[in-house]
């Protein structure tokens, strides 16, 4: 069996309730539920238990998380989360420090990390079109991807030592949204890493 761990880390705001971001979670808990794989799931915007969530991490196999894109990066409940959680948890439990010791100095940043066994996931939605991105004739972005945008997030998984596996967007979902496609997609893109890992 696979855990799964499934962050909503969408922050509600009256323009956004976030109806898009706890659809596509509820279709990830859905798909992994109907393959056997135990699930659980926690929202940032709530009250969640510190101790609870270390502990989620731990279990988890695979960790999704689903977010929009709120000023080119993470909410603040999210940012939140991540700081609170994976801050306790560098008491040994999810990293060893940064990896490095006074008697050893020279070891490499950010390799205290003890997560090696658990996958992480990121499902992002965003305003922004798919055009907007890995084009470098547009000027906001200049080229990056959507990954390079988010590349904070990976190196924080890195640095406890989790593996990424392919990030999915959900793109121009305000003004030009296919959300059945998006949906097909996704399932797309879940079985994928099912298969992943499964392999």
């Not at 929202?43 to 977010?67: C, H, M, P, R, Y």
């Not at 409940?77 to 490095?100: H, I, P």
Request: aromatic share 12%; with cysteine; proline share 5%.
């Amino acid at each position: 069996m696979t855990n799964i761990l499934l962050i909503n880390g969408h922050q509600p705001f009256p323009t956004s309730p976030g109806k898009l971001n706890a659809a596509l979670t509820a279709f990830a808990a859905d798909f992994f539920a109907a393959r056997d794989c135990p699930v659980r799931c926690v929202e940032t915007k709530s009250a969640w238990d510190l101790e609870t969530e270390i502990g989620n991490q731990l279990w988890a196999d695979l960790i999704i998380v689903q977010f929009p894109l709120n000023s080119m990066g993470l909410p603040w409940s999210l940012k939140r989360y991540f700081d609170e959680v994976y801050t306790t948890g560098m008491d040994g439990r999810l990293a060893k420090g940064d990896g490095r010791t006074r008697s050893d100095p020279g070891r490499q940043y950010g390799s205290g990390g003890r997560m090696q066994d658990t996958r992480y996931m990121l499902s992002v939605t965003s305003n922004a079109p798919q055009t907007a991105f890995e084009d470098a004739a547009q000027t906001l972005i200049s080229g990056r991807s959507i990954d390079d945008l988010l590349s904070p997030v990976h190196i924080n998984f890195a640095f406890f030592g989790a593996s990424a596996c392919p990030t999915f967007a959900a793109y121009d979902v305000s003004k030009g949204g296919r959300t059945a496609e998006d949906f097909r997609r996704y399932e797309h893109h879940l079985l994928a890493v099912y298969d992943l890992l499964r392999a």
